[in-house]
């Protein structure tokens, strides 16, 4: 039974009405609303004229290559970060400015210029994007791209899976964004906190765009982490054993089986939610049996295991970059993937370290304060691993190298601030305080750094051209200035005993380090210049800036055996691996010209717009749930089922590559490649079937 409402509700457009109670007088909306339309309009314009939209369909839009699709994940997290950047703006502007019981207030707020139901909006939007929309999909597209290289496959386990994936994480995002625009969004921040979420505390439709959109996203991650394990397990080269998996495809398997096993947690704890709010049952009231604990264990059973599912790549990240920037193999190679493991299976029992104050035992809080001490140690032994790697190397501080170790040096400052926190002693002190928030960004910036470094690491192996190198180098340095004028600060107030969640200051006191916060805003914001600035510059000199198959001259693994950038069939014959790092070794052995005596057939995925049409769809039922459009909801979901059902009907889905044309391909990128060799900037291709040599014992070991 359907609960009764608070508000109008009609059967052809269900709570729409309450369209009418929403201020769109608000400039900060409007000034939202305006940059989404501009750009939105200049994009257009420049697709019609460059009449571009026969390419964006073909190659983007119904494509299921793996590395197209990773880079349309990336896409989509940098948009939505520099949406979660606005605001984190709008947070510490309103903070800085509404210090003192006389600040004055503008735009209908008491103080500063946010009203509180605005400012608890966008902390909650802040949170839930940076995590979800942003980071996520930015380390899935990461190992959608190079996981595949790495192992030596032609494509993913499940291609059209996998484009069914991303257009799920898109339909997550573009919830979200309409509900900048369309109604408002949950003001029970990221987590949701119970009761708050309930009907009777949040009648609006905030909380249903926060669930619908999580929902939605985290079926398309579970089916990613399917993808990724599978694509690991059955993809593998000839030769590439579970001893010579590069590092990052292991902590890649390490994420994604914490991705497949603790999403569905999250999705069934929303859906018991969804049940209070929609049907009236009592899961996490306590009034009517139910109880609010339940929904904060069932939450952080997902949520800290999605820390480490974020960080993990990240780890894999900086164990590609290091060795390649120092010149030497990664340090304990099987240290490193017991402690990447370890690490996955410890990331299960620590989530109650997260509400030490709320009235667990004296012997719970004992052993959740020693489960995560104990994610302190595999966490170390990557510390010291990396360590010894750059320890006597030849290490360039190119800039790749430069976000690695920087993401270094705020794993260490996290770590130790995260071992404080295990403590149950001083966390009952600063607990709720912006310490904690000072922290877990501490943490969230890692990976924020190791994604960065990687994106410019693996960018000349996908677009065949480096970023610019000094422009580069000017927005780390911005950046990292940045990080620190915000964050020292932070752990600063912290200690001071400022709380989180404050849209209005009662210490004065407070207010130099607010204002030192919003320097180092202002620091991020020119970061971001810099950073469009590198890709504008980097695209206009992508001639001069063309590489050959090994970007770095000093690349390890397999995925810098291919073309730059990679054909679409990847591999124009299998490899055969022989060694851990294959790439340096067949450097070693002057094996990297090798050319196979005959080109054979090649098996491809065709490209399909089904999963387009599906996200499109769930996009349709989501906003109408949202707002109770029950026909909308009815007519996307059958069409999601008919259109289900044509594809699993669908004969027609892939295609053959006659050999004749693979040869003719890789004549045209190996002519490619020799003019860039000849300008100086390329190593060739060989990712061929070498002759067969024995395995050498890696030298790392």
Not at 560 to 587: C, G, K, M
Request: proline share 5%.
């Amino acid at each position: 039974m359907l609960v009764d409402l608070q508000g109008p509700w009609n059967p052809i457009f269900g709570r729409l009405g309450l369209l009418l109670e929403v201020h769109y007088n608000n400039p900060v909306l409007f000034f939202a609303f305006e940059l989404s339309v501009v750009v939105g309009v200049i994009l257009l314009f420049w697709a019609t004229c460059a009449r571009k939209w026969g390419y964006i369909w073909r190659e983007w839009l119904t494509t299921v290559d793996h590395k197209k699709i990773g880079v349309m994940y990336i896409v989509v997290g940098l948009v939505m970060m520099f949406r979660g950047f606005f605001d984190a703006l709008m947070i510490r502007s309103q903070q800085a400015i509404a210090v003192g019981p006389d600040s004055p207030g503008v735009l209908g707020a008491a103080h500063g210029y946010l009203p509180p139901y605005h400012f608890d909006q966008v902390f909650t939007a802040h949170g839930m994007i940076m995590i979800l929309v942003a980071a996520t999909p930015i380390l899935v597209g990461m190992m959608n791209i190079i996981v595949p290289l790495q192992i030596g496959a032609r494509d993913m386990a499940y291609p059209y899976l996998n484009a069914l994936g991303l257009w799920f994480t898109v339909v997550s995002a573009a919830l979200v964004m309409i509900a900048l625009f369309i109604g408002d969004f949950s003001h029970a921040g990221w987590v949701g906190l119970a009761p708050l979420t309930e009907l009777p505390y949040s009648p609006g439709v905030g909380v249903d765009y926060w669930i619908w959109s999580i929902q939605i996203g985290s079926i398309g991650t579970t089916m990613g982490a399917i993808n990724l394990i599978a694509t690991i397990i059955k993809m593998r080269a000839p030769g590439m054993t579970w001893g010579r998996l590069p590092v990052f495809t292991w902590t890649s398997m390490a994420s994604n089986i914490i991705a497949l096993t603790s999403f569905p947690v999250l999705g069934v704890t929303l859906a018991l939610l969804t049940f209070d709010r929609y049907l009236g049952t009592h899961f996490f009231t306590v009034g009517l049996g139910g109880d609010l604990m339940m929904y904060t264990n069932l939450f952080w059973i997902w949520g800290h295991p999605e820390v480490y599912f974020v960080v993990l790549p990240a780890f894999g990240m900086l164990s590609e970059i290091i060795p390649t920037f120092s010149e030497k193999p990664l340090f304990g190679y099987i240290t490193m993937v017991i402690a990447s493991m370890a690490i996955a299976a410890v990331s299960w029992s620590v989530w109650l370290h997260h509400f030490f104050t709320m009235g667990a035992g004296p012997n719970v809080n004992a052993f959740f304060s020693l489960a995560t001490m104990l994610v302190g140690i595999p966490t170390g032994v990557k510390v010291f691993n990396w360590a010894f790697t750059m320890y006597r190397s030849r290490i360039r501080f190119d800039t790749p190298m430069l976000w690695a170790v920087g993401s270094m040096f705020l794993l260490i400052s996290g770590g130790l601030t995260g071992m404080m926190l295990a403590v149950p002693a001083i966390n009952y002190i600063v607990h709720n305080s912006v310490f904690v928030i000072a922290h877990f960004h501490n943490m969230f910036l890692l990976i924020v750094y190791a994604a960065f470094g990687a994106v410019s690491y693996w960018f000349p192996k996908v677009f065949g051209f480096k970023l610019d190198e000094r422009l580069g180098k000017r927005f780390f340095w911005f950046f990292t200035a940045g990080t620190l004028m915000v964050f020292i600060p932070m752990y600063t107030l912290g200690f001071m005993g400022m709380t989180r969640r404050l849209d209005y200051i009662t210490h004065p006191a407070w207010q130099p380090l607010l204002i030192a916060e919003m320097v180092g805003i202002g620091l991020y914001a020119i970061s971001i210049v810099y950073f469009v600035l590198q890709l504008v510059v980097s695209i206009r000199d992508r001639e001069k800036n063309a590489v050959g198959a090994d970007a770095w001259g000093t690349s390890r693994n397999l995925e810098w055996a291919t073309h730059s950038p990679v054909p679409f069939y990847n591999f124009a014959v299998t490899p055969i691996v022989h060694d851990r790092d294959e790439w340096a070794w067949r450097r070693q052995h002057g094996l990297t010209s090798l050319r196979p005596d005959h080109y054979v057939d090649i098996h491809m995925p065709k490209n399909t717009a089904v999963p387009l049409i599906l996200g499109m769809l769930s996009l349709a039922f989501g906003f109408a749930m949202v707002w109770r459009i029950w026909w909308l909801a009815a007519v996307s979901a059958i069409a999601m089922l008919i259109v289900i059902l044509y594809r699993s009907f669908d004969k027609d889905t892939d295609y053959i590559i006659p050999a004749a044309d693979v040869e003719r391909m890789e004549n045209e990128m190996l002519a490619r490649g020799n003019k860039v060799e000849q300008a100086g900037g390329a190593v060739g291709s060989g990712a061929y079937a070498a002759p067969q040599a024995s395995a050498k014992k890696h030298q790392g070991d």
